[in-house]
Nanobody, 130 residues
Framework: QVDLMESGGGSVQAGGSLRLSCEISGYLKDRYCLGWFRQPPGKGRDGRQAVAAIDNDGIKTYADSVRGRFTISIDNAKNIMYLEMNNLKPEDSDVYYC?????????????????????WGQGTQVTVAS
């Protein structure tokens, strides 16, 4: 288990940018899969959807809805994962959560909240005004 703490959310106008951070505390497996999920308003935990993932080889995958606008990265020295979000749209307004120790293969298409038994962080709210 690792502890996760998200930050960097906020309110922006459509077309704006935000960078989310996820501080990872604890032992991260050498062969890791990390990701970002988002939870729409009014939906519970089961409504979280994966939007970006990265593995220990640096391979990144994205949901179709964010590809070309969001970039996932990790600073291994600091154990911080980032989600750079550009050209934000009102439909990106959600609570964003980072996830660790996700099951392999590390691919968005097969990733759900059951892909990890690790604890979740508190999330960070992103609000995009039109």
């Amino acid at each position: 288990q690792v502890d996760l703490m998200e930050s960097g959310g906020g309110s922006v106008q459509a077309g704006g940018s935000l960078r989310l951070s996820c501080e990872i505390s604890g032992y991260l497996k050498d062969r890791y899969c990390l990701g970002w999920f988002r939870q729409p308003p009014g939906k519970g935990r089961d409504g979280r959807q994966a939007v970006a993932a990265i593995d220990n080889d640096g391979i990144k995958t994205y949901a179709d809805s964010v590809r070309g606008r969001f970039t996932i990265s990790i600073d291994n020295a600091k154990n911080i994962m980032y989600l750079e979000m550009n050209n934000l749209k009102p439909e990106d307004s959600d609570v964003y959560y980072c996830a660790a120790n996700l099951l392999h293969p590390c691919k968005i298409t097969t990733m759900t909240i059951t892909s990890t038994n690790n604890n979740w962080g508190q999330g960070t709210q992103v609000t995009v005004a039109s």
